[in-house]
T-cell receptor
Framework: NAGVMQNPRHLVRRRGQEARLRCSPMKGHSHVYWYRQLPEEGLKFMVY????????ESGMPKERFSAEFPKEGPSILRIQQVVRGDSAAYFC????????????FGQGTRLTVV | GESVGLHLPTLSVQEGDNSIINCAYSNSASDYFIWYKQESGKGPQFIIDIRSNMDKRQGQRVTVLLNKTVKHLSLQIAATQPGDSAVYFCAERTSGSRLTFGEGTQLTVNP
């Protein structure tokens, strides 16, 4: 059973371009979480999704950021018109859902905006 | 608001000693807690979890203690090894919602 798969592992974008980060959850997991981590800091929650639904997006910036988890395929975190402040590691976690189940993380995508 | 914090940003121990990493949380409604280990350049790795109806849980070389009275969580690592060097995060969850992470403690194990 493969773990949470994120791609790409490293992504370089110029200011103003779009960044698309992908997350394939573990098999059987229908809940996905996205977190952002700046160097030397903790993980900051961004968004929580279930298949085809956004459950909690309270950590998402109001502009330029969006996320989806379609019925088929990976979850996508999309950042439009990237700025240097978007440079960070973005982690995805998945869980099977249910009451108090652990979440497993992918290896992250390291976004660098130049 | 909710917050999860750690008492010490860094902890340095000698190989073979026991390590204790602490965590304070402020949301008394949180009912599930997880400790994660994050090595440089990698994603967080699940270590151990505990539900709020428990006050202690043991794993292999690790023990998590939960004190709901003072909203305190700790991770004890027995016979710490160089491979234990990493950043350790506690995370809390309020039923049905997302995980909230603390800022992390950097554990360094000296040979």
């Amino acid at each position: 059973n493969a773990g949470v798969m994120q791609n790409p592992r490293h992504l370089v974008r110029r200011r103003g371009q779009e960044a698309r980060l992908r997350c394939s959850p573990m098999k059987g997991h229908s809940h996905v979480y996205w977190y952002r981590q700046l160097p030397e800091e903790g993980l900051k929650f961004m968004v929580y999704l279930q298949k085809e639904n956004i459950i909690d997006e309270s950590g998402m910036p109001k502009e330029r950021f969006s996320a989806e988890f379609p019925k088929e395929g990976p979850s996508i975190l999309r950042i439009q018109q990237v700025v240097r402040g978007d440079s960070a590691a973005y982690f995805c976690a998945s869980s099977p859902g249910g009451y108090n189940t652990e979440a497993f993380f992918g290896q992250g995508t390291r976004l660098t905006v130049v | 608001g909710e917050s999860v914090g750690l008492h010490l940003p860094t902890l340095s121990v000698q190989e073979g000693d026991n390590s204790i990493i602490n965590c304070a949380y402020s949301n008394s409604a949180s009912d599930y807690f997880i400790w994660y280990k994050q090595e440089s350049g990698k994603g967080p790795q699940f270590i151990i979890d505990i539900r709020s109806n428990m006050d202690k849980r043991q794993g292999q070389r690790v023990t998590v203690l939960l004190n709901k009275t003072v909203k305190h969580l700790s991770l004890q690592i027995a016979a710490t090894q160089p491979g234990d060097s990493a950043v350790y995060f506690c995370a809390e969850r309020t039923s049905g919602s997302r995980l909230t992470f603390g800022e992390g403690t950097q554990l360094t194990v000296n040979p």
